[in-house]
């Protein structure tokens, strides 16, 4: 009975692998014919270049290359690395993995989500006011995997000298400057955990659940966030977009996964969005 079971989970990764092969190349096709990356380039009253504002409206998303520094990347490394070792062992737990008094558990907003290894504990739920209608396929673990993992870590400006400094970067400030105006306030910050053979889905969704019916709606009405890779991203590993989606408004997310097949049939739906 369970060489079957094995078998039959071994098939089941398999054709999900291949189904993520396809959609991986066909994905970075996609993107090597984008306009949307390149380094920072400021014109001479500290603003971004018209030609990179005009590609970020375009597409909706920009990739900057070289901003944040080796030196401060390795910092970021060490602070989260150390933030990931305190994390609660489970759930519920008050203690870390080595019996230490577990981070911010006098926090005044939780810093971790810890869930099962491979799962999706969000999509088809409520979660963030339904902003993730549709559920991901959850492969089954390995048998030495740990019974929880951390999908999420919060409060880095709190918790990370580095995330703090992080916040203060000149440039990042300037990039925001010249989307939002001066006058804008950050107001989350959430780091990803994505630990290799363990690390969670995080489904499709659109950021931003306030603005969707406003009179004034436009195509920035949610603001914008950074997202910056502190490891190597993989096409496995990273944020996935679809271009010129954010000019369309509200998506029915769940209906264009039932038109492909459904996430949890169609391995090609099956893809990291976060």
């Known amino acids: 009975?369970?060489?079957?079971?094995?078998?039959?989970?071994?098939?089941?990764?398999?054709?999900?692998?291949?189904?993520?092969?396809?959609?991986?190349?066909?994905?970075?096709?996609?993107?090597?014919?984008?306009?949307?990356?390149?380094?920072?380039?400021?014109?001479?009253?500290g603003r971004l270049h018209p030609d990179i504002l005009a590609a970020y409206w375009k597409h909706g998303f920009y990739i900057f290359e070289g901003v944040v520094g080796e030196a401060e990347i390795n910092e970021l490394r060490r602070d989260a690395a150390v933030m990931l070792d305190r994390a609660p062992a489970s759930p519920d737990s008050k203690v870390d993995a080595r019996g230490r008094p577990a981070l911010g558990r006098d926090a005044a907003r939780e810093p971790y989500s810890i869930i099962k290894p491979l799962s999706d504990p969000q999509g088809g739920t409520d979660f963030g006011d339904g902003r993730h209608?549709?559920?991901m396929v959850e492969p089954a673990p390995d048998s030495d995997a740990p019974p929880y993992v951390v999908l999420r870590m919060r409060g880095m400006c709190e918790h990370m000298p580095a995330g703090l400094r992080v916040y203060?970067?000149?440039?990042?400030?300037?990039i925001a400057a010249s989307i939002n105006g001066d006058d804008f306030v950050p107001f989350n910050d959430v780091i990803f955990v994505k630990q290799p053979?363990?690390?969670?889905?995080?489904?499709?969704?659109?950021?931003?659940?306030?603005?969707?019916?406003?009179?004034?709606?436009?195509?920035g009405i949610h603001g914008f966030n950074y997202q910056v890779q502190i490891y190597p991203a993989t096409m496995g590993n990273a944020l996935w977009v679809m271009p010129g989606t954010h000019k369309l408004g509200r998506a029915d997310i769940k209906k264009r996964v039932a038109d492909n097949g459904g996430s949890a049939t169609h391995p090609l739906i099956a893809s990291h969005s976060g």
């Open 1 to 45: 009975m369970n060489t079957v079971t094995d078998a039959g989970q071994a098939l089941t990764r398999a054709t999900h692998a291949a189904g993520m092969a396809a959609y991986q190349q066909a994905g970075l096709r996609l993107a090597s014919e984008l306009d949307h990356r390149g380094p920072v380039r400021l014109d001479a009253n």
């Open 168 to 174: 203060g970067h000149p440039q990042l400030l300037a």
């Open 133 to 135: 209608p549709s559920k």
């Open 197 to 219: 053979r363990v690390g969670g889905s995080i489904t499709w969704h659109q950021d931003g659940v306030t603005h969707w019916n406003s009179s004034e709606w436009n195509e």
